[in-house]
């Protein structure tokens, strides 16, 4: 059991959680030393030098565990799985933590729906996005936390809050109050209008009659008939919103000023900004994440790949079809994380057609130096995490290779060990 959240409470179905993370896969140590990483920051709008100390800190929020784990998903995973290799590369320690939302609205929704126990659900969807994470080689995270097992250390967050003004009650439901934190705005610096059209979009209830603002979230849940509730102590028996269950978890285990805070461009609001608010408003601190980095959403036929539209591509079922894991992360690799880019059966060729490319450079005894690529894949990747342009790199080498070939016999066994440490592929 992974937790340093305290006692576990048993979810209304008297199902007891061990929420693990997935084996890791071994990073060589390359010659040298890797560079800082300079990255995206959506909180200030440009590039920042990460400055980590001896351990750096990353929080990337987990899945929703149904419909795991579509191409979207993956992606987002990989350009945080980048950050932190790019870390270890400088000799860093790497502490990383993920939850995983094991109760929440779209979940309970769609175990109604399908007419199986929620908890079944997520427990299998949990299950799978460990295969497939293992299989993609994305380090795992030392705390992976499920919402249900960080109750006992979100109830009095909640009631902190209350207390301190920052969170009132209305019929019961306890709203967290944006007016709390003076830096309210400064992750997504959305307008007013498009705070409220997301909000009312991802999970929030701007048109709830008796909110102080209708930007505010909900706290807790108190119980609802038929749906899992949990001992709540003062607020009384309910259930936690989504954005305090991953400051709970992140606050425990990482602490206030961690390095990264990570997810896909879908949670910049409300989700991280709302959590940087419960955050802010909590300790009095600034800011709950130095840097607030986003990935670009997959599509696939032209519309975002999400649960709700039901358009995705299964890692699991990419893997069934026999599709090598190392050639799903080369087509995730041959987009900057940034973009937002579309899954097509030309993006999975052009990766199988790669990763064939380079077994084959590599399976030869000698080649062209490969000193200088150590340095070109680092840069491109301390470059806001340019893959694309690391891929470009080992391609010319690989095409050297094929060319005219070369008598480094280091080359080949040097290229693999880049591949592998700094992009996750296994050659
Ligand atoms: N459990 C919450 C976070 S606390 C959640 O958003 N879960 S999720 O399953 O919906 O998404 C998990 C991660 O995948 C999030 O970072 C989300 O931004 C990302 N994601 C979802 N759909 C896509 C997509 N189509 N492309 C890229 N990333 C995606
Ligand atoms: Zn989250």
Redesign the pocket.
């Given at each position: 059991m992974i937790s340093s959240s305290g006692s576990y409470p048993e979810p209304a179905s008297g199902y007891a959680r061990d929420m693990h993370a997935w084996p890791a896969s071994e990073v060589p140590a390359l010659p040298g030393k890797g560079r800082d990483l300079r990255i995206h920051d959506t909180a200030t709008g440009g590039r920042v030098t990460l400055d980590p100390g001896p351990v750096a800190r990353i929080y990337v929020?987990?899945?929703?565990p149904y419909d795991?784990t579509h191409i979207?998903?993956a992606?987002?995973y990989n350009a945080f799985d980048l950050v932190q290799r790019v870390w270890l590369d400088t000799k860093r320690q790497v502490h990383y933590v993920q939850?995983v939302?094991d109760v929440d609205d779209p979940l309970l929704e769609r175990a109604v729906r399908d007419d199986i126990d929620w908890v079944a659900l997520a427990e299998k969807e949990t299950a799978l996005f460990r295969e497939d994470m293992t299989a993609l080689r994305m380090l795992p995270p030392q705390h992976y936390i499920g919402a249900v097992e960080a109750i006992p250390g979100i109830v009095p967050l909640v009631e902190r809050l209350r207390d301190a003004g920052a969170a009132y009650e209305l019929d019961g439901d306890v709203y967290f109050s944006v007016e709390a934190d003076p830096h309210f705005g400064e992750v997504s610096h959305y307008d007013t209008e498009l705070m409220r059209a997301l909000s009312a979009e991802r999970g929030g209830d701007p048109d709830r009659p008796g909110k102080k603002n209708p930007l505010d979230p909900m706290l807790w849940m108190a119980a609802r008939e038929g749906e899992p509730s949990w001992d709540g102590g003062s607020l009384g028996r309910g259930r936690p919103g989504?954005h305090i269950e991953?400051v709970a978890i992140a606050l425990d285990h990482l602490g206030m000023g961690f390095d990264v805070q990570g997810?896909?461009s879908?949670?910049v609001f409300p989700?991280h900004e709302m959590g940087a608010s419960h955050a802010q408003a909590l300790t009095g601190e600034h800011p709950f994440a130095k840097a607030y980095v986003h990935?670009?959403?997959?599509a696939l036929h032209g519309e975002?790949?999400?649960?709700s539209k039901g358009n995705l591509v299964f890692v699991s079922a990419l893997r069934r079809q026999g599709v090598d894991p190392a050639a799903i992360r080369l087509a995730l690799l041959a987009h900057h994380y940034r973009a937002d880019w579309e899954w097509t059966e030309e993006v999975l060729q052009e990766a199988v057609e790669r990763l064939d490319r380079w077994r084959a450079a590599v399976s030869r005894p000698d080649g062209p130096s490969a000193d200088a690529l150590v340095e070109e894949v680092r840069e491109a990747l301390a470059d806001d995490l340019d893959a694309p342009a690391a891929l470009a790199a080992v391609d010319r080498w690989a095409a050297r290779q094929q060319a005219e070939g070369g008598t480094d016999e280091a080359a080949p066994g040097l290229v693999s060990r880049i591949a592998d440490a700094l992009l996750g592929v296994a050659l």
């Open positions: 929020c987990g899945i929703t795991a979207g998903h992606a987002t939850n939302t989504w991953c997810g896909g879908d949670l989700h990935a670009g959403m997959v975002k790949m999400s649960k």
